[in-house]
């Protein structure tokens, strides 16, 4: 008999040993993790096992998913009612660098009986866990659920479960359900949902197992998946198998009274009042779990108030805080449990609780000549990222979503800047450096945003208004549209004496003139020294494509220099036309001290002739729609104005110049909505896409692009014909960014859907051991996943230390023969370090993995191909 066989036949026999003892043993089970320091993790392992079985785990071995396996010692255990047992296991384990990482525990055998699992007393229990360790995604910690994978539920009734998970570092979560697995986290073949008279799912949002309802007596077992999202990007994931003991019973489940969700500002004191109740007449015991209950500060109190036959009645109160403010709801689950003596039953519900920052203290603004100062006080919530600046020319009430916080998009305000770090509480508005227009009256309101993307509630308004320039323009008016045509340009009158008192004179005005504000005329275009003449008419060409730019000085000419450096500029205004699909829109370009509060739209033909007012609006722009692709349209507009100066009220009008366009077909279809998961399995990446039926019909294909990291930008890598087929599979990868387009029959494309990230298949790894015999079986020594892997430095030595194999192939592929002689080497162990390079979504990343071979064929096996 080979060494190979006596090897395997020892095996064989101790496994045969065991299995009567590991028999009829592990119900349920789950593993968390939470970060120490570096790339260390502390993992939980909590299993729930039948007490009646013989066997007991006082260790059990943890995969890493680093090529590492570590014994863990339990760490306590706990007898629980109905025959089952709490066991917790907790270790520590540091990773080599970055990476995706599944660690699997399992335990031989499943408890006897599972009605969804055949023979389920002969299959492996295991569960997993699949985690990133990426820089660009920061530190993670593994959601805590806070409810046992345990539960009862009554034939032909709707059975309720919710793990009551909280994320402590605020990450989104989803759930979904999957399939229980057997040795090395590998799905069971035979495995099938529980059977139900209608269905049973699982809220992806808030988590609720849904069983409606239960068709046999028996036990069962469902494993749901828990996602995590941090920015988009699935960051990890706990599969965890919870058993379902489904029994025949009259009992019926008990009911909570529904509370709605809760929205407040950091800083309120929540009390509620709690009611359960039994249509049995049954006592409940009422509990609640939940992130607000096990926080550090400030933690929340659920204490039951009053309790007897067929109800309790509970209080839970919470001293909310500035730390407690974040994007995502904290969810308090609360589990009602009937101690009827024939089977007891639970009910579950949520109450979702969003804790939003107070609104910014003390927002001041300040009118400089061309800007305005802005100053506020720091937010009192520490962890804010910054502040985001909103500007509006009117005075504005808001009402922001009580649950989001904000300025909502309708509200009339503009977000002209961010300030980063909480501890910058100014901030200096000059239009981007084109300056602030005098005479104008600004609105500011100020918003703390957060990492997680909470925002605060809004400030309270503050408004100012820039000082008028001397003198104060009032008109820019195209009065005619012509090779000589004609601007009507006007100024007010502003009172002089105390800009002219101890200066020489004579004083006059002097009107300059530009085509584009940049590049202004030396010499004036017209100058007066009457004071009182307020208004020029000046002869330019008017049908130009652009508006034209004015600004009026008073000069002192006996000291040839301005009286006055304030001054201001006014353009003429312009329609600037965008075709589009059977619709223009037009654009109102203009540069005023003064603000329009109407525009009246007039078609014309291109010398003005023939206007028929089609529209007014309010807003700087206007879409004319209806129209005919292919046909030439012109506009011109009437703007109607005013400017307040020393408590007057000046009003304007002015006309603009003329614009034509031809409309055409430039609009692209509307933007998928994307989703994506990876199949580890069969090294691919599945994207699905869903796509709005009136965007679809002129449609012809969709474009798909990738990135192989989060660092570098997506590239067109495929398409898919037609406007039907809504998936994708991209094979032999099973990392990188993706985001899809839609393209319709004029080439119009898309913007892009949101990019899904996938990084989530296990990392590189390596067998311990091979036989390199001739047989062709288990021949090489070679690698696991090595898709993705650029290149390895691998280095295999005697345990001697001689080194007898290296290779930079990420396949490895050794065969055995010692590197200098071509022999094969003895049988025995040999100690391998290697270096590997893994594209990850933070792009290449370095890690070593160390570890032994057994090689179980020697010098004298036979050759199975010649030596060169």
């Not at 998961?677 to 002129?698: G, P, Q, R």
């Not at 014909?721 to 985001?739: A, E, K, Q």
Request: proline share 6%.
């Amino acid at each position: 008999m080979t060494v190979r066989y006596k090897y395997f036949f020892i095996l064989l026999c101790s496994v045969l040993q065991c299995v009567p003892a590991n028999a009829t043993h592990n119900r349920a089970g789950q593993i968390v993790y939470k970060h120490i320091s570096g790339q260390t993790y502390e993992f939980t392992v909590t299993t729930f096992t039948y007490t009646l079985s013989q066997a007991d785990r006082a260790q059990l071995d943890i995969s890493w998913g680093d090529n590492t396996v570590s014994t863990m010692q339990r760490n306590s255990e706990q007898i629980l009612p109905d025959n089952y047992k709490k066991n917790v296991y907790i270790i520590q384990h540091t990773y080599p660098g970055a990476g995706v990482y599944t660690i699997v525990v399992e335990d031989p055998n499943r408890n006897l009986g599972v009605e969804n699992i055949p023979n389920s007393v002969g299959v492996v229990f295991s569960v997993k866990t699949v985690f990133r360790i990426d820089p660009n995604s920061g530190i993670n910690n593994a959601p805590d659920l806070l409810t046992y994978p345990i539960d009862k539920a009554a034939l032909g009734q709707v059975f309720i479960h919710n793990p009551s998970a909280f994320d402590m570092d605020g990450d989104s979560l989803s759930y979904e359900l999957t399939t229980c697995t057997r040795d090395r986290g590998v799905e069971i073949e035979s495995y099938t949902l529980p059977p139900a008279s209608d269905s049973l799912v699982v809220n992806p949002v808030t988590g609720d197992l849904i069983w409606a309802s239960p068709l046999k007596v028996g036990i069962y077992n469902v494993a749901v998946k828990i996602n995590e999202w941090r920015h988009g990007v699935k960051i990890g994931s706990i599969s965890r198998d919870m058993q379902i003991e489904v029994v025949d019973s009259h009992n019926r489940p008990p009911v909570i009274a529904p509370i709605e969700p809760l929205c407040v500002e950091a800083g309120t004191a929540i009390d509620l009042e709690i009611h359960a109740t039994d249509p049995d007449g049954d006592f409940i015991q009422l509990t609640a779990t939940g992130g607000a209950l096990s926080i550090e500060q400030s933690r929340a109190v659920f204490a039951v108030t009053g309790e007897g036959a067929g109800y309790t009645n509970a209080r839970f109160t919470w001293q909310t805080v500035y730390s407690h403010v974040r994007k995502q709801p904290y969810v308090v689950t609360l589990k009602a449990e009937d101690q009827n003596t024939e089977v007891k039953l639970v009910a579950f519900s949520n109450i979702s609780i969003t804790v939003l920052a107070p609104k910014v203290e003390n927002l001041q603004s300040l009118a400089g000549k061309k800007d305005v100062f802005l100053s506020w006080s720091p937010t009192p919530c520490d962890h804010a990222a910054g502040y985001e600046i909103y500007r509006s020319t009117t005075s504005n009430d808001v009402y922001p979503d009580s649950c989001t916080g904000g300025i909502p998009a309708d509200a009339g305000y503009e977000r002209i800047a961010t300030v980063n770090g909480i501890g910058k509480v100014s901030f200096s508005d000059n239009n981007n450096g084109r300056g602030l227009s005098p005479g104008i009256r600004y609105c500011y309101r100020v918003v703390a945003y957060f990492a997680d993307g909470a925002r605060s509630f809004p400030s309270e308004e503050s408004c100012t208004s820039l000082l008028a320039g001397t003198p104060p323009m009032i008109l820019a008016d195209v009065a005619t549209i012509d090779a000589s045509g004609e601007i009507i340009v006007a100024w007010l009158r502003k009172p002089l004496d105390n800009l002219i008192a101890g200066k020489p004179g004579p004083f006059e005005y002097r009107l300059f003139y530009s085509e584009n504000n940049e590049t202004w005329e030396t010499a004036p275009i017209y100058s007066t020294t009457d004071l009182n003449d307020t208004v020029y008419t000046h002869t330019v060409d008017t049908k130009n494509k652009h508006s034209h730019f004015y600004k009026v000085e008073l000069w002192d000419t006996g000291l040839n220099e301005p009286a006055e450096e304030d001054t201001e500029t006014a353009s003429s205004l312009y329609p600037a036309l965008q075709p589009s699909d059977k619709s223009v829109i037009i654009s109102f370009e203009r540069y005023t001290p003064w603000l329009n509060t109407e525009y009246t739209i007039y078609r014309c033909d291109d010398a003005g002739n023939n206007p028929d007012s089609i529209g007014f609006t309010n807003k700087e722009s206007f879409t004319d729609t209806e129209l005919t692709n292919g046909q030439t349209y012109c506009y011109r507009i009437r703007s109607r104005g005013y400017r307040q100066l020393d408590n007057i009220r000046y009003e304007n009008e002015n006309r603009s110049h003329i614009a034509c366009v031809t409309p055409y077909d430039n609009v692209p279809p509307c933007a998928p909505e994307l989703t994506g998961h990876s199949i580890c399995s069969e090294t691919k990446n599945v994207l699905e896409w869903t796509y709005n039926a009136f965007c679809m019909d002129d449609v012809v294909k969709y474009r798909i692009y990738h990135s192989p990291n989060a660092k570098q930008p997506c590239v067109l890598t495929d398409s898919v014909m037609g406007n039907n087929i809504l998936t994708y599979s991209h094979t032999d990868v099973t990392v990188g960014c993706y985001y899809v387009t839609a393209v319709d029959g004029n080439n119009n494309e898309s913007p892009v859907s949101n990019t899904v990230c996938m990084d989530e298949c296990g990392a590189f790894d390596l067998p311990n051991v091979f036989t390199p015999n001739g047989d062709n079986i288990n021949d090489l020594f070679k690698s696991y996943n090595p898709l993705g892997i650029t290149q390895v430095d691998m280095k295999i030595f005697n345990r001697w230390g001689k080194l007898v194999f290296k290779t930079t192939d990420a396949a490895i592929n050794w065969d055995g023969r010692d590197m200098d002689s071509k022999r094969f080497v003895p049988a025995g162990v040999y100690y391998y370090i290697c270096d590997v390079y893994e594209e990850r979504l933070s792009g290449t990343q370095i890690r070593t993995l160390t570890g032994i071979v057994h090689v179980y064929a020697g010098e004298d096996a036979k050759p199975y191909y010649p030596i060169n």
